[in-house]
């Protein structure tokens, strides 16, 4: 599969960010988690079907301008940012599909701009967007002031350090071992950034305070009864971040929604890239 990297500039935050593009025919946007790239969707796209998609860094991420997250609450982020974006690739209304964070990004722009939403599509416990949701403890340390400034000050981890913490963590061994050739030294090489560091704590310190998610970050009952277009979660039996009772919980609230219950951790698209391929697929399909 071909693909295509560019710069965009977007209208607010004022940042150029790096979007990549693979295939063609009807578009669907792809939007990384905390901390990742546009990359780390490599593994799941050729699963994708015949469809013009479109990845980008998040500002701060990857290959994106430098950005501080500070200045305006996480919700609003997700939607000025995935805003800007669509505006500036003239794309009026697509499909969305997060890991993470990215899922928490397209729930709310669902919310808040159902317009420019015809799908949603979430991988794994879509960050704080849910109440449920508990950190580890790399994200509970990284929520409090005095390990910020610690982590600040110190090097980027090896390839093998953020493999390793990884598969011990967030993902899974699993999800490590099938993870393609060269995908941990993509994250690697994002740690590395400049703005990673400003990025990953400004915006962290939205997420959480000591270790809990804040609740102005949560989508309320109301809000989910709101999201009328089709929902699909897919979820890892073993989350390390909240179980598929979160997800089953409000799926049974949004009116269009269902869930998928996959054998992993927070990556199904690493554990399972053709049935998670197979599963995003049909539900752009749908939405086209």
Partial sequence: MKVEGRRVGLADPPVAVRVIEAGFGPPLVLVHGSG??????????????????????????????????????LRSHAVVQLTSL?????????????TSLGGMWALCLAVEAPNRVAAVGSLGVPAVALPGMHGDPAFTALSTPVVRQIVARIGSPSVAITRRTMAGGAIGPRAAEKAPEGFFDVVHEGLRQPGFRTAMLTHMQLALRFGRPRPENFLSDTELRRLAVPVLMIWGDEDPYGGPEIGRRACGVMPNARLEVIPGRHAPFLDDPERCGALIDDLARGAN
């Fill in 86 to 98: 669509l505006d500036a690739l003239e794309l009026e209304r697509v499909p969305i599909v997060g």
């Fill in 36 to 73: 990742m790239s546009a990359s780390t969707w490599a593994p799941l796209m050729p699963y994708l079907g015949r469809r013009r998609l479109i990845a980008f860094d998040l500002p701060g991420f990857g290959l994106s301008g430098a950005f501080d997250y500070s200045g305006r609450p």
